[in-house]
């Protein structure tokens, strides 16, 4: 069995390793801060030891650097499925392939999260929160290849008030200078930026109050009935990464 196979069986080899990761213990501590019989630790001691994870000095055990390594990794990817099974429908059902893989590794940053459902009474449920949102922010980042008739007025609004840049598709920034000149010259003389990447294939806005992001079907189709939203800091940080790294790919206009 290998390293991985090793530690993903084993909640009690995890649960050691989480006590070592902290300070060196004795077998008998280890006893009392787990709750797991001495044989049993003994057993997973020894297994642990083998694997060159944890090493012996004494009667104290204290974990490797290859240890916490490992215990570091597997940590990550049991909060990575955490945050898929918070929701697993919304994971299942959209594309997230256009997301950057650092990003999806980063997807358990999205904290405690909550995905906004419209009903037959609450249509467009997220949008109206989201906008509720980003209308009372000081900083907004905006990436987006979804392009709605209400957007530019929303942009000229917030520009007005508000630190606004948005990342649209090239096919948006068009559609934008041909039928919305106007209110595309009033956001950008109110100190809005605004730049344009063919990568991009979801929505993802970032204020220095929440992140929201909605995201297209795995059928193609862009999903107006549900989005994400987190309060959590470390989900707010992840949004204005995301969009420093497709901001440094992207074009400026004009």
């Known amino acids: 069995m290998g390293l991985f196979d090793s530690l993903t069986s084993s909640k009690h080899r ?35 030891s083998e694997l060159g994870l944890i090493s012996k000095d004494g009667n104290c055990y204290s974990i490797t650097d290859m240890g916490e390594i490992a215990y570091l990794a597997i940590e990550k990817f049991r909060r990575i499925v955490s945050a898929i ?4 429908e919304f994971w ?26 419209s009903t037959k009474d609450v249509v467009l449920k997220h949008f109206k929160v989201f906008s509720s949102i980003y209308s009372e922010s000081n ?24 630190d606004v840049e948005v990342i649209l598709s090239e096919k948006a920034l068009n559609a934008l200078k041909r039928d919305y000149k106007n209110e595309l010259d009033e956001y950008l003389n109110n100190g809005g930026k605004i730049y344009y990447n063919n990568e991009i294939h979801f929505t993802v806005i970032t204020t220095e109050k929440a992140l929201c992001i909605g995201l297209f079907l795995s059928d193609g189709k862009y999903d107006t009935e549900s989005g994400l939203l987190s309060f959590d800091r470390s989900a707010i ?18």
């Open 139 to 162: 900083i907004v980042r905006i990436l987006s290849t979804v392009f709605f008739p209400t957007h530019p007025r929303m942009f000229v609004d917030i520009s007005s008030r508000s």
């Open 92 to 117: 299942k059902i959209h594309d997230f392939s256009s997301i950057p893989d650092e990003f999806k590794l980063r997807i358990d940053e999205l904290g405690d999260y909550q995905i906004l459902r």
């Open 85 to 88: 099974e918070k929701d697993p």
């Open 237 to 254: 940080e992840w949004g204005f990464d995301i969009y420093e790294y497709f901001k440094k790919r992207s074009v400026e206009y004009p």
């Open 14 to 48: 995890r649960l050691i390793l989480e006590v070592l990761s902290k300070s060196p213990r004795s077998l008998k501590e280890m006893g009392e801060i787990t709750g797991i019989s001495p044989p049993v630790i003994s057993r997973q001691l020894k297994k642990l």
